[in-house]
Nanobody, 126 residues
Framework: QVQLAESGGGSVQGGGSLRLSCVASGYTDNICMGWFRQTPGKEREGVAFIDSRDSYRTKYADSVKGRFTITKDNAAKTLYLQMNNLGPEDTAMYYC???????????????????WGQGTQVTVSS
């Protein structure tokens, strides 16, 4: 089992920045992690993903490319999402997710992930 705990959400004005963190615990060997977000009435959207063994291999949703950066600290078992130049369209509940196995494919498919955090709310005002 893997437990995930997000933090770092909050309220910010448009153009501002936030940094989300996700600490993994439990059996964390060979897991692939990423960030999703969801707004009420909409499907959960894949935002950013990173290879567990190659930090330079990442994937982003088109809507966040150039503004969001995903990184990880393997020693601290922590995943980060640096979010810059935030806009109201980024308002959502952000979830950290993990799936067992190596990151052969940096999947944005919700159904591929079997571990989820409780979410952290990000609210951006215009």
């Amino acid at each position: 089992q893997v437990q995930l705990a997000e933090s770092g959400g909050g309220s910010v004005q448009g153009g501002g920045s936030l940094r989300l963190s996700c600490v993994a615990s439990g059996y964390t060997d060979n897991i692939c992690m990423g960030w999703f977000r969801q707004t009420p009435g909409k499907e959960r959207e894949g935002v950013a993903f990173i290879d567990s063994r190659d930090s330079y291999r990442t994937k982003y949703a088109d809507s966040v490319k150039g503004r969001f950066t995903i990184t990880k600290d393997n020693a601290a078992k922590t995943l980060y999402l640096q979010m810059n130049n935030l806009g109201p369209e980024d308002t959502a509940m952000y979830y950290c997710a993990a799936k067992s196995g190596f990151c052969w494919v940096l999947s944005r498919d919700v159904s591929d992930y079997n571990y989820w955090g409780q979410g952290t709310q990000v609210t951006v005002s215009s």
